[in-house]
């Protein structure tokens, strides 16, 4: 045969290989997960091959107004954006859709609007309250609902489990790594960059969770981000109690605060090779 035909064929096989890898990798499934009087659900993706697996659940943020929805699109999209890419790593990969966001939106009102009503009823200290309020009560127990059926999936290795979050879900995610001992890894995307500079309550009570944190954390903002404040007080405090931290400030993306805070969407290809060698160090083992 030749040569061109053989390379032709060569090629021909590798990409067809490749679009079957990447059909497989990007295949969800939706899973429902009950809690207590609330009806969850998620979306799954596995990695190719039998496993047992390692796996990450991800804490979106606080969710979305109507209004927000309308003008970014659905918190579905973004599952999709990440997803495949977890898979591809070889990890099982949980997004949860807490109460009363994205495919569990009728499960309850979402903390954006709760927090948002309370704030424009009673002010910001009573939003901030509020706040702590969800993060320790029906945000956590949403969460760790997630976390108890990801650990029980056939195929994923329970003793080799990792958080991911962003924005409030990062939050929420530095609490729950503080309740949970057994965790291999835990990434903060922009955490708390919006509320941060505006609840000393946040502060002091994300300062102490670290304290008792024993998760290595992997703090990450893009450089035009709400604020930088969070990653670096709490990278800080790691770095005092000589726990195993890291803290990355990426170059501005996009054009604005919002695009800065959305760097886990936005900036995939910009941070995987980074989260996906501290996973692979702190994991796997």
């Known amino acids: ?55 990450v659940l991800l804490n979106h943020g606080s969710a979305r107004t109507r209004e927000e929805l309308e003008r970014l699109g659905p918190y579905e999209r973004q599952a999709d954006i990440l997803g495949p890419v977890f898979a591809r790593h070889g990890y099982v990969f949980l997004y949860l859709f807490r109460r009363g966001v994205g495919l569990s939106a009728d499960q309850g009102s979402n903390a954006a609007v709760l927090m948002k009503r309370e704030f424009a009823a009673h002010g910001q200290e009573a939003r901030n309250a509020l706040q702590l309020q969800l993060l320790d009560t029906t945000e956590m127990s949403d969460a760790l609902s997630g976390l108890t059926f990801l650990r029980a999936i056939p195929g994923v290795d329970a003793r080799d ?56 954390i992997f703090f990450i903002h893009a450089e035009n981000d709400y604020s930088l404040a969070p990653g670096k007080a709490l990278d800080a405090r790691l770095q005092q109690l000589g726990k195993p931290h890291r803290l990355k400030i990426y170059p501005p993306i996009g054009h604005t605060v919002d695009d800065g805070h959305a760097f886990l969407y936005l900036g995939v290809s910009i941070w995987e090779p980074d989260v996906f060698a501290f996973l692979d160090e702190h994991m796997r083992r």
């Not at 429902?32 to 009087?37: A, K, R, S």
């Not at 965790?183 to 000393?200: E, K, T």
Request: a positive charge; glycine letters at 8%.
């Open 1 to 55: 045969m030749p040569f061109t035909l053989i390379l032709s064929a060569l090629v021909l096989t590798s990409a067809l290989a490749t679009k079957a890898e990447a059909q497989v990798s990007s295949a969800s499934e939706t899973v429902v997960i009950p809690n207590g009087p609330v009806t969850l659900h998620a979306l799954l993706w596995r990695p190719q091959g039998r496993g047992p697996f390692p796996a």
């Open 161 to 216: 489990v990792a958080l991911v979050g962003h924005s409030f879900g990062g939050s929420l995610t530095l609490l729950m790594a503080e309740r949970e001992p057994d965790l291999r890894a835990v990434v903060i995307f922009s955490g708390a960059g919006y509320s941060w500079d505006r609840s000393p309550e946040l502060r002091a009570r994300h300062l102490a969770a670290v304290a008792r944190t024993a998760a290595p």
